[in-house]
Nanobody, 124 residues
Framework: QVQLVESGGGLVQAGGSLTLSCTTS????????MGWFRRTPGKEREFVAR????????YYAEFVKGRFTISRDNAKNTVTLQMNSLKPDDTAVYYC?????????????????WGQGIQVTVSS
């Protein structure tokens, strides 16, 4: 019903910036909550940020506050994660997700659709 494709990942030095984008297709007229999660080897997938349809309500994980910014452009069916002041600990596969429910969207179980993930590597 909804397909998500991430782009913009890559390798960056510590202190640098990357912008991740997620393009949605399918039932894109739905007012989905959009979120970003990340996973590193041996760890559970963890919440990064989320945004509601109107872009008014956002939530961030504590470890990215002040560094990452989530935004969306519904006309272009995209959601973006601007990542600044990157740290080696930010190295992970980042996933875009869409939630059709009215949940807060800060846990993986809230989401109905997922992208395949994109690698972000931050060197020391």
């Amino acid at each position: 019903q909804v397909q998500l494709v991430e782009s913009g990942g890559g390798l960056v030095q510590a202190g640098g910036s990357l912008t991740l984008s997620c393009t949605t297709s399918g039932r894109t007229f739905g007012r989905y909550i959009m979120g970003w999660f990340r996973r590193t080897p041996g760890k559970e997938r963890e919440f990064v940020a989320r945004i509601n349809w109107s872009s008014i309500v956002t939530y961030y994980a504590e470890f990215v506050k002040g560094r990452f910014t989530i935004s969306r452009d519904n006309a272009k069916n995209t959601v973006t994660l601007q990542m600044n002041s990157l740290k080696p600990d930010d190295t992970a596969v980042y996933y875009c997700a869409a939630a059709a429910s009215d949940a807060l969207g800060v846990v993986s179980e809230d989401y109905d659709y997922w992208g395949q993930g994109i690698q972000v590597t931050v060197s020391s």
